[in-house]
């Protein structure tokens, strides 16, 4: 349920029935976006949408807030005022780059240490943040102008060599295409230019609004 997640997030808690069970520990597991949580490469942040949760309004009785939905490693802990949350909500993010908004983006998964002692029943002790390789994201600019279709296929197999062999690259094409130039730009030519561990597409930026992803 993303609409109406903000007006109707502490009864849908409540009627998970948490407060009824006797445990050591309670962690609260969400699919959503928490206010202040940050997306983008400019750092979008979410606010009061009817399809965000209220920070501020996160049950005090669990001792983390486990997120996904947003794929950016962030740990929220004051609200959108500064002040402290009830309880810190982790995001891990995803453990690899699934768009250029990430391109820039540290991956990898969280490590949660939780104090079990009577005094500190469930008490959040300490986190730590471990980074797994990601696949780099790349960018190239063409610009087309007066290539003929030996230039072009030179062009994309000299950048590619260089690039890291996992790479994910997009082409991003300027100016007009002819449909010459197309015999090269298309999926087929482009994955026959690149190695097999490279994923590559090509995005048409000016007359030609389209996109070929292989």
């Not at 949580?37 to 309004?57: C, E, I, K, M």
Request: a positive charge; charged letters at 20%.
């Amino acid at each position: 349920m993303r609409q109406g997640i903000r007006r109707n997030f502490v009864s849908m808690v409540n009627q998970s029935g948490y407060c009824r069970v006797q445990a050591d520990i309670h962690l609260l597991c969400i699919h959503q976006a928490v206010e202040g949580a940050t997306v983008g490469p400019v750092g979008y942040t979410f606010r009061h949408a009817s399809d965000v949760v209220n920070a501020s309004a996160i049950p005090g009785d669990f001792s983390a807030v486990l997120a996904g939905h947003i794929h950016r490693h962030q740990i929220l802990t004051t609200n959108l005022q500064a002040k402290p949350l009830p309880v810190p909500v982790f995001y891990p993010g995803s453990i690899e780059r699934t768009s250029f908004a990430e391109k820039y983006e540290s991956k990898g998964y969280l490590i949660l240490e939780l104090e079990m002692g009577a005094s500190n029943k469930g008490r959040l002790r300490q986190w730590q943040f471990h980074k797994l390789p990601a696949r780099p994201m790349i960018q190239l600019n063409l610009h087309t102008a007066n290539m003929k279709n030996a230039e072009l296929r030179s062009w994309i197999e000299t950048r590619l060599a260089v690039l890291p062999e996992d790479s994910i690259v997009k082409i991003k094409i300027h100016d007009s295409v002819s449909q010459k130039a197309l015999e090269v730009l298309n999926a087929a030519s482009l994955r026959a230019l690149a190695p097999q561990t490279i994923n590559i597409d090509a995005v048409f930026v000016e007359t030609r609004k389209s996109q070929t992803s292989i």
